[in-house]
C-alpha cells in the first residue's frame, strides 16, 4: 500500500494586460465555484496562487471573493502561496529586484489575508540555484518546482532540499503530468497516478534504505491547475468524484494537504543541486524559433536560451537590465527613486518576457507595455539629479560587441554595429519603442529577411531588385543590412560614431565601401553616407535608407495608423500607413521627395526626414505572423510601417558620392480648448 499527499495549486493565468471582460469570465466559471465547492466542503484542501496585479482586480472587482479566502484560511484548508508581485523570470533580476518583488507580494498578501505567505512558485518555474540566497534573505522556507527540473535520481515525489553557499530551501515537486487530461474520468486519473508512483516506490533507493519501517513514506507532490482546467473540472464534478474514490481504495491511501503542512511533516527529505533550467513546456520552443523541439541533449534548457532564441525578449531584456543599473546607480532623491523602482517591477512582468497566448497582438501589447514602464522609470530617474544628454560605447546586449547607447532629452535610441542601424528608439513622451520590430521569416510570412527592421537600415539593389523591394516583395538581401559595420571612431565628447562596411555587389563582384558616420545632438540626429566605388568598373545601383515604425495600439478600440506627408516637387502627399497604402501610386516610388514626416496620432509624436537631395521614397505595410504556444497555430505578431529613401548611383572605378539625412522629433501643440 502506498501513500499519497497530494497538493493542489491553483495558479490563475489571467494577465494584467487581458481587459476586464476576461477577468470577470475566469471569476465567473472558475474562480467563484471553486471558492463555493471548498466552502462546502471543509475536508477538501487547496492552494492559491495570485500574483499582484490579480489581487487588485479581486480587491476591486471581487472584494466577497477575498473575504470567503480569509474564511477558509482560518478554517486552514487553503494557502496563498506568494512569488514575484508581477510573476517576474527571477534568474533575469538583480538580487535586490528579485527580494523587493517577493516582499511586495507577500505585503499585500498580509494586508488582504492577514497572515504572510511562507512558500512561493515562480513563473513559468525558471529557476537558477542562486535564488536559494534570496529565498532565505525573504524568510521563503519552500518553493514549488516542477518535477521535471529535478535530477533524474531525485525524482522520489519527496521534499528535495538544496543547499547553497550555506543556506537551504526545501523544493516540493510540482507533477504537471498528475493533472486530469483531457476527458479523463476521476477513476482513470486516479489509476494513472498510483500506476506511476508504484512503479518510481518500486525503483527508489530510498525506500530499500528504510526497508525496516513499519509504514512506507508518504510521498508528497502538488497538482497545478488553472483557469480553464478547473472550469471544465467543476462543471462535471470531478472533484467531488476524484476525492470519493481516493478514499474507496484500499491499495493506495490519499490525503489532500497544503505545501505548507508537507514542507514542515514530512518524514523524510532528498538531497540534491537543481540546476538552473525553466518549464518543460517553454524549454521546448528554446531551440529554433517558434517551432517546438524536444531537448534530447541531456543538458537543462533555461530561461537565458529562451531570450538568445527570440530578438524581441532579448532587446526587453537588454532594456530592463540598463534601467536596473541606472536605477542602481542613482544617488539622488529616496522617493523619486522609490516610484522609479515601481515601474522597473511593473516591466518586469513575466508574459512581457514569454507570451505567445492564444490572443492575437497580445505579446506585442505586454511588450509594449513593459517598454512603456521602463521608459516611465527613466522619466523618473531623470528628475532625481540634473540631467545631461550623452552618448555612449559599451557591450549593451553581450554580443562581445560595442553598440552606441545616445541618452537625449526627447528619446533614447540605441545603434548597432550589426547592420550599422538604430535598434532601440524609446520616446520619452511616449513612453515606447518605435522599433520593437520583426523580421520576416518564410515558414509563417512567406519571405525571409535576414536582417532586423530598425532605423536607418542600408541597401544596396540592382535595378530588377529594388523593383521588387519597393513593392514588398521578396528580393535579394540589401547587402549592407546583413553586414556587421567596423568601427572607424568613436567621440563621446563630439557625440559622433563612424562606421565602416564592405561588400560586393552584382554577379561581377564590384567591391563597394560605405562609409557610415552618426552625428547627434539634442536637435536630432545627422546621418552621413559615403558611398565608394573600389573596383575597376563603373557601377549602377540603388541605395536605399529604410526606417521602421512598429504599428502601436493594434488592439484598442481607438486605433489609429501613423499618417505621414511627403513634399515632392514642391507639392504635399498626404495619406495613412493602412495595409493598402503601397498601392497609392506607381511604380513604387515617390520621385523627387524633399521631406518626409510621419507622425504618431496616437501620442502627438512626428518623425522628420530630410535628405541633402532628392530622393525617391518607398513605403509599404509589413505583416509578421507567428505560431503561438498553446494553441500551435499561426497568427498576426506585429505591424510595422516601412519607408525609405532611394537613390540612383553611377559610380565610376575609383569614385564616391555623399548622402545625408537628418532626423528630428517633434511633439504636436495641444490645442486649446474654445
Known sequence: MISLRICPVFAGKISQFQDISSYKEAYEKAYKPLGVLLFGNPDFKFSFHFSGPQLELFRKHNPEFVELLKTLLVRKQIEIIGGGYYNPLFPLLFPTDRSAQIEKLSLAIRQNFGRRPRGMRLFADSWDSSLVLTLDECNMEYVLLENALLPPSKRLLLPLVM????????????????????NESPRECLSRIVSEVNEIVSTCACDVENSERENPLIRVFAVPFDEESVAQLLEKSWFEEFSALAGEREDVRVEFSLPNVCAKSSEAFAQGYINAGISPDIAKWCSVPYQKVENSCGHPVNIYDYIQTYDASRFLYNRMVYISLLLNQCRGDKIRKNAARERLMAAQAGESFICRSKSELEAFA????????????????????????????????????????????????????????????????????????????????????????GFFVDHIFEENEAAKYCRGETCRNGLFSARRYREISFSSQKQEILLEARTKFSTMDQPILLRKKYSVNSNGILVQYIIRNEGPIAVKAKFAVEMNLAELNLLGSDYKPYNFELVSAGSVIAGTSDSACHLAFDGGIVDKVSAMQISDANSGVSFVFTPNEEAGV?????????????GDIVQNESRTFVSAFIWDLDLSAGMEVEKTISFALSYARKQRKK
Do not use: H
Open 618 to 630: 518607398t513605403y509599404f505595410p509589413v505583416a509578421f505572423r507567428r505560431r503561438n504556444m498553446d
Open 163 to 182: 543547499s547553497y553557499r550555506g543556506k537551504t530551501v526545501k523544493v516540493l515537486p510540482v507533477c504537471s503530468r498528475f493533472a486530469p487530461r483531457k
Open 366 to 453: 505586454a511588450r509594449q507595455m513593459s517598454y512603456k514602464n521602463l521608459t516611465e522609470a527613466e522619466k523618473i530617474l531623470r528628475e532625481c539629479s540634473p540631467f545631461k544628454e550623452s552618448v555612449t560605447s559599451y557591450d549593451y546586449d553581450g554580443d562581445g560587441f560595442c553598440e552606441y547607447v545616445c541618452r537625449l532629452e526627447k528619446y533614447g535610441l540605441c545603434i548597432t554595429q550589426a547592420g550599422g542601424s538604430i535598434f532601440e528608439l524609446n520616446v520619452i513622451k511616449s513612453g515606447v519603442n518605435y522599433v520593437d520590430n520583426f523580421s520576416r521569416i518564410r515558414a509563417f510570412d512567406g519571405i525571409d529577411d535576414n536582417y532586423f527592421r
